[in-house]
């Protein structure tokens, strides 16, 4: 069973861009869960979607949203990039919310 | 805002030494608790998810406690291997209001295994 497929893997984007990353869950998981992780910081929660609704949302701006489609597929995307969102984007999916997520390789995003 | 707090940062022990490390979370008010692998260059792998006061799980050499009353869970890894080095995390999560849960998961930094050859 294919894993958890997040696209594109690398970005370079500049201060002021948009970007939307993408992922595509185990065939039959409908949690989806993003992830922010930066040196720093650590693993930090951006959002969680289930059945296409958005159910928890961590503490970042408003400038982070995201989406989920009928099939599960999920995007997120962030507006007017700051320098401060180099990071690597994390997605993990689960069939439902509390069991173990499953996470894709990432998204490393990188703003000039 | 939860703090969930893994001690000890980092830790370099020898192969086959067997180790510890330590998660702290609030124990107000728990749903579960999960264990997580992150090898470098790799996704998070799970290893866990516990739920139950008392639980104790096992895979393979590595094993896991949780006091949800004390609010900490151990995870033991026995002769300890090479390939055992990555970054362990844990991850809590609470309920919601109606008491389940949306499996909004909140990690601590991490604990650093290096064992040596």
């Known amino acids: 069973k294919a894993g958890v497929t997040q696209t594109p893997r690398y970005l370079i984007k500049t201060r002021g861009q948009q970007v939307t990353l993408s992922c595509s869950p185990i065939s039959g998981h409908r949690s989806v869960s993003w992830y922010q992780q930066t040196p720093g910081q650590g693993l930090q929660f951006l959002f969680e979607y289930f059945s296409e609704t958005q159910r928890n949302k961590g503490n970042f701006p408003g400038r982070f949203s995201g989406r989920q489609f009928s099939n599960s597929r999920s995007e997120m995307n962030v507006s007017t990039l700051e320098l401060g969102d180099s990071a690597l984007y994390l997605c993990a999916s689960s069939f439902i919310p509390n069991q173990p997520q499953h996470f894709g390789d990432g998204t490393r995003l990188s703003i000039l | ?117």
């Open chain 2, 1 to 117: 805002i939860l703090n969930v707090e893994q001690s000890p940062q980092s830790l370099h022990v020898q192969e086959g030494d067997s180790t510890n490390f330590t998660c702290s979370f609030p124990s107000s008010n728990f749903y579960a608790l999960h264990w997580y692998r992150w090898e470098t260059a790799k996704s998070p792998e799970a290893l866990f998810v516990m739920t139950l006061n008392g639980d104790e799980k096992k895979k393979g050499r590595i094993s896991a406690t949780l006091n949800t009353k004390e609010g900490y869970s151990y995870l033991y890894i026995k002769g300890s291997q090479p390939e055992d080095s990555a970054t362990y995390l844990c991850a809590f999560i609470p309920p919601n209001a109606g008491g389940t849960s949306y499996g909004k998961l909140t990690f601590g930094q991490g604990t650093i295994l290096t064992v040596h050859p």
